[in-house]
Protein backbone atom coordinates (compact mmCIF):
# COMPACT_ATOMS: atom_id res chain seq x y z
CA UNK A 1 0.00 0.00 0.00
CA UNK A 2 0.94 3.53 -1.28
CA UNK A 3 1.05 6.57 1.70
CA UNK A 4 0.58 9.55 -0.05
CA UNK A 5 3.31 11.84 1.25
CA UNK A 6 1.88 14.71 2.94
CA UNK A 7 3.00 18.57 1.39
CA UNK A 8 6.09 20.12 3.15
CA UNK A 9 4.59 22.43 5.72
CA UNK A 10 4.48 26.17 4.64
CA UNK A 11 7.25 27.91 6.54
CA UNK A 12 4.40 30.72 8.05
CA UNK A 13 3.22 27.83 9.86
CA UNK A 14 6.87 26.74 11.28
CA UNK A 15 6.22 28.95 14.38
CA UNK A 16 2.63 27.75 14.89
CA UNK A 17 3.71 24.25 14.99
CA UNK A 18 6.29 25.24 18.14
CA UNK A 19 3.74 27.17 19.69
CA UNK A 20 1.24 24.00 19.87
CA UNK A 21 3.96 22.41 21.13
CA UNK A 22 4.97 24.36 23.85
CA UNK A 23 2.34 26.96 24.98
CA UNK A 24 0.93 26.70 28.00
CA UNK A 25 -2.79 27.30 29.14
CA UNK A 26 -1.91 30.56 31.20
CA UNK A 27 -0.54 31.82 27.95
CA UNK A 28 -3.75 31.59 25.83
CA UNK A 29 -6.79 32.31 28.76
CA UNK A 30 -7.41 33.86 32.31
CA UNK A 31 -10.64 31.31 32.15
CA UNK A 32 -8.78 27.70 33.36
CA UNK A 33 -10.49 24.36 34.00
CA UNK A 34 -12.47 24.46 37.37
CA UNK A 35 -10.70 21.42 39.54
CA UNK A 36 -14.29 19.86 39.03
CA UNK A 37 -14.30 20.20 35.42
CA UNK A 38 -16.80 20.88 32.71
CA UNK A 39 -18.71 19.74 29.51
CA UNK A 40 -16.09 18.56 26.96
CA UNK A 41 -15.87 19.88 23.91
CA UNK A 42 -13.06 20.39 21.16
CA UNK A 43 -12.93 23.45 18.22
CA UNK A 44 -10.88 23.01 14.77
CA UNK A 45 -8.26 26.12 14.44
CA UNK A 46 -8.17 25.68 10.53
CA UNK A 47 -5.41 27.46 9.00
CA UNK A 48 -5.04 27.59 5.09
CA UNK A 49 -3.83 29.32 2.09
CA UNK A 50 -6.90 30.93 0.05
CA UNK A 51 -7.73 33.17 -2.63
CA UNK A 52 -6.52 36.27 -0.67
CA UNK A 53 -4.00 34.88 1.65
CA UNK A 54 -3.04 33.31 4.51
CA UNK A 55 -6.81 32.19 6.81
CA UNK A 56 -8.65 30.37 9.64
CA UNK A 57 -11.48 29.32 9.21
CA UNK A 58 -14.63 30.97 10.97
CA UNK A 59 -18.63 30.08 11.32
CA UNK A 60 -21.15 32.41 13.01
CA UNK A 61 -24.08 29.83 15.12
CA UNK A 62 -27.01 30.28 14.46
CA UNK A 63 -29.04 32.49 16.37
CA UNK A 64 -31.51 29.83 17.57
CA UNK A 65 -29.10 27.82 19.24
CA UNK A 66 -29.88 27.72 23.14
CA UNK A 67 -25.34 28.01 24.25
CA UNK A 68 -23.53 31.05 22.40
CA UNK A 69 -26.48 31.64 19.74
CA UNK A 70 -25.15 33.75 16.91
CA UNK A 71 -21.72 34.30 18.03
CA UNK A 72 -18.55 33.77 15.63
CA UNK A 73 -16.85 30.60 16.83
CA UNK A 74 -14.70 27.67 15.28
CA UNK A 75 -16.28 25.01 14.06
CA UNK A 76 -16.69 22.58 16.61
CA UNK A 77 -18.58 21.33 19.66
CA UNK A 78 -19.41 18.62 22.50
CA UNK A 79 -17.33 15.56 22.41
CA UNK A 80 -19.49 12.61 21.65
CA UNK A 81 -19.07 9.22 23.76
CA UNK A 82 -18.01 7.85 20.06
CA UNK A 83 -15.58 10.02 19.60
CA UNK A 84 -12.30 9.23 20.20
CA UNK A 85 -11.13 12.30 21.51
CA UNK A 86 -10.65 15.88 21.18
CA UNK A 87 -8.88 15.41 17.88
CA UNK A 88 -11.67 13.28 16.46
CA UNK A 89 -14.27 15.64 17.75
CA UNK A 90 -13.31 18.41 16.12
CA UNK A 91 -12.99 16.94 12.87
CA UNK A 92 -16.19 15.51 12.65
CA UNK A 93 -17.35 18.52 13.82
CA UNK A 94 -16.12 20.61 11.10
CA UNK A 95 -17.30 17.87 8.72
CA UNK A 96 -20.89 18.34 9.83
CA UNK A 97 -21.00 21.73 10.13
CA UNK A 98 -19.52 22.95 7.09
CA UNK A 99 -18.61 20.29 4.91
CA UNK A 100 -14.86 20.17 5.07
CA UNK A 101 -13.19 17.05 3.41
CA UNK A 102 -10.90 16.46 6.40
CA UNK A 103 -8.56 14.21 4.60
CA UNK A 104 -7.16 17.42 3.28
CA UNK A 105 -6.62 18.71 6.85
CA UNK A 106 -3.25 17.88 9.05
CA UNK A 107 -3.68 18.22 12.90
CA UNK A 108 -0.52 20.23 14.09
CA UNK A 109 -1.31 19.37 17.74
CA UNK A 110 -3.61 20.39 20.43
CA UNK A 111 -3.72 23.83 22.29
CA UNK A 112 -4.36 22.68 26.26
CA UNK A 113 -7.95 22.86 27.27
CA UNK A 114 -9.93 25.71 28.40
CA UNK A 115 -12.76 27.05 30.27
CA UNK A 116 -16.24 28.69 28.69
CA UNK A 117 -17.79 30.01 31.71
CA UNK A 118 -20.60 30.63 30.49
CA UNK A 119 -21.64 27.37 29.57
CA UNK A 120 -19.28 25.53 31.57
CA UNK A 121 -17.61 24.18 28.29
CA UNK A 122 -13.96 22.98 28.89
CA UNK A 123 -12.72 23.52 25.18
CA UNK A 124 -9.87 21.73 23.68
CA UNK A 125 -8.37 23.97 20.42
CA UNK A 126 -7.45 21.75 17.99
CA UNK A 127 -5.11 23.04 15.29
CA UNK A 128 -4.98 21.91 11.38
CA UNK A 129 -3.27 23.17 8.46
CA UNK A 130 -5.46 23.06 5.48
CA UNK A 131 -2.82 21.44 2.74
CA UNK A 132 -5.84 20.81 0.69
CA UNK A 133 -8.94 23.13 0.22
CA UNK A 134 -11.91 21.97 -0.46
CA UNK A 135 -15.38 23.57 -0.54
CA UNK A 136 -16.82 24.67 2.80
CA UNK A 137 -20.49 25.74 3.37
CA UNK A 138 -23.21 25.84 5.35
CA UNK A 139 -24.65 22.23 6.28
CA UNK A 140 -26.85 22.12 8.43
CA UNK A 141 -28.61 25.77 8.89
CA UNK A 142 -30.06 24.66 12.72
CA UNK A 143 -25.89 25.13 13.89
CA UNK A 144 -24.52 27.49 11.57
CA UNK A 145 -25.75 30.55 9.97
CA UNK A 146 -22.24 31.63 8.02
CA UNK A 147 -19.40 29.99 7.22
CA UNK A 148 -16.17 32.40 6.20
CA UNK A 149 -12.41 31.96 5.30
CA UNK A 150 -11.29 35.00 7.22
CA UNK A 151 -7.29 36.32 5.97
CA UNK A 152 -5.11 36.87 8.95
CA UNK A 153 -4.03 39.67 7.25
CA UNK A 154 -7.50 40.99 8.26
CA UNK A 155 -7.64 40.36 11.57
CA UNK A 156 -4.73 41.40 12.23
CA UNK A 157 -5.14 44.91 10.40
CA UNK A 158 -5.37 47.61 14.04
CA UNK A 159 -8.28 48.93 11.89
CA UNK A 160 -10.08 45.85 13.05
CA UNK A 161 -9.38 45.41 16.70
CA UNK A 162 -10.53 46.86 19.82
CA UNK A 163 -11.26 46.02 23.34
CA UNK A 164 -15.56 44.53 23.70
CA UNK A 165 -17.74 45.30 26.70
CA UNK A 166 -20.07 43.17 27.55
CA UNK A 167 -22.91 43.93 30.28
CA UNK A 168 -21.83 41.91 32.66
CA UNK A 169 -18.60 44.03 33.00
CA UNK A 170 -16.23 41.36 31.20
CA UNK A 171 -13.93 43.35 28.69
CA UNK A 172 -11.66 41.53 26.19
CA UNK A 173 -10.37 41.83 23.11
CA UNK A 174 -12.39 42.05 19.97
CA UNK A 175 -12.38 41.77 15.94
CA UNK A 176 -15.03 43.23 13.21
CA UNK A 177 -14.40 41.92 9.73
CA UNK A 178 -16.02 40.69 6.87
CA UNK A 179 -19.46 42.26 8.96
CA UNK A 180 -18.49 39.66 11.42
CA UNK A 181 -17.88 41.01 15.27
CA UNK A 182 -16.04 38.44 17.02
CA UNK A 183 -15.25 38.86 20.50
CA UNK A 184 -15.32 35.95 23.61
CA UNK A 185 -13.35 32.86 23.60
CA UNK A 186 -12.95 32.83 20.03
CA UNK A 187 -11.17 36.58 19.81
CA UNK A 188 -9.97 35.86 23.16
CA UNK A 189 -7.84 32.76 21.73
CA UNK A 190 -6.82 34.19 18.26
CA UNK A 191 -5.63 37.68 19.59
CA UNK A 192 -3.24 35.38 22.55
CA UNK A 193 -2.21 33.03 19.39
CA UNK A 194 -1.17 36.04 16.89
CA UNK A 195 0.65 37.65 19.57
CA UNK A 196 2.74 35.37 20.60
CA UNK A 197 3.31 34.05 17.43
CA UNK A 198 4.54 37.51 16.54
CA UNK A 199 1.46 37.92 13.40
CA UNK A 200 -0.31 40.72 15.12
CA UNK A 201 0.79 44.47 15.16
CA UNK A 202 -0.01 47.20 17.82
CA UNK A 203 -3.50 47.94 18.15
CA UNK A 204 -5.29 50.60 19.92
CA UNK A 205 -6.58 48.68 23.23
CA UNK A 206 -7.75 52.17 24.79
CA UNK A 207 -10.68 51.61 21.97
CA UNK A 208 -13.14 50.46 23.98
CA UNK A 209 -16.77 49.08 21.77
CA UNK A 210 -19.85 48.01 23.67
CA UNK A 211 -20.92 44.57 22.66
CA UNK A 212 -24.25 44.75 20.09
CA UNK A 213 -27.45 43.04 21.39
CA UNK A 214 -26.83 40.67 18.49
CA UNK A 215 -23.79 39.06 19.29
CA UNK A 216 -24.90 38.34 23.03
Not at 16 to 32: I, K, N
Not at 59 to 75: M, N
Not at 86 to 102: K, M, N, S, Y
Not at 125 to 148: I, N
Request: proline residues 10%; negative net charge; hydrophobic residues 45%.
Amino acid sequence: MIVPKLPTMPAWLAELEQVVATVQAEQLSRFLPPPEGGREAAVLLLFGHGPQGHDVVLIQRAATLSSHGGQVAFPGGVIDPDDDGPIAAALREAREEVGVDTDGIHIIGSLPALYVPPSNFVVTPVVGWWHTASPVDVVDAGEVHRVERVPIDELCDPRNRFTVRHPSGFTGPGFEVRELFVWGFTAGLLSRLFALLGWDHPWNEELSRELPEAAL
